[in-house]
């Protein structure tokens, strides 16, 4: 159960920043690891070169993320990125024993291939969710709220990725408050967009 959980906070994360949950597992594993123990068949996660390759990437995407329309070009580009980093860290949370991949045929016999699909499923609608809010966002704001909307969902990844580890229990309310705040900022910049496309006249009276 807590083992689903972290999973599914991980996934969750990586479907607002790929390469913040990838990176917390890799050194969550490397300099923690009565922490965090992956399986032997995810220890690549915690190499140095990958360590080193998601940090390059996570501060790639960071500033992309932060730049009005390149931040929806970013969304559009990560959205096989996203899915699939989220498999690999649920996939990578669980205990259990992991087949190599040169092996597929044993890799789905044995159902293996089932938390990573979870995995990318959480992640994909995260991703989607983000990539529907942004743009109402954007316009209801002329993109004043993109850098402000990135970094909240950075530090966002950031402490759900680390509650899943360190806190699964946690990982539910997490989710649910990352679901409010999804839908009230959506419902925001739906409710000024309306306004703003409103006639001048109904705005403000006739005459």
């Keep these: 159960m807590l083992e689903a959980l972290t999973g599914a906070g991980l996934a969750a994360a990586a479907g607002m920043n790929a390469y913040i949950p990838l990176l917390v597992v890799g ?74 991949v040169t092996d597929p045929a044993e890799f789905f016999a044995s159902n293996q291939w089932v938390p990573i699909l979870v995995g990318a499923a959480i992640a994909l609608a995260v991703h989607v969710g983000k990539t529907a ?14 850098p402000v909307i990135s970094t909240v969902e950075d530090v966002s990844a950031i402490g759900l990725s680390l509650l899943a580890i360190v806190a699964p229990i946690l990982v539910v309310l997490g989710l649910l408050l990352l679901w409010l705040f999804g839908w009230s900022l959506w419902r925001s910049a739906r409710r000024r967009r309306n306004a703003d496309l409103r006639p001048a006249t109904d705005r403000h009276g006739a005459g």
């Design 133 to 146: 809010v942004r743009p109402a966002a954007n316009v209801a704001t002329a993109g004043a709220a993109a």
């Design 27 to 100: 050194l969550a594993d490397r300099l923690f690891p009565g922490l965090l123990a992956l399986p032997e068949g995810w220890a690549w996660l915690s190499s140095w070169w990958v360590i080193g390759i998601v940090a390059v990437l996570l501060v790639v995407e960071v500033v992309a993320d932060k730049v009005p329309a390149v931040d929806s070009l970013n969304d559009v580009l990560q959205s096989l990125v996203r899915p699939a980093a989220g498999g690999l860290v649920f996939g990578s949370s669980s205990t259990a024993s992991t087949v190599a």
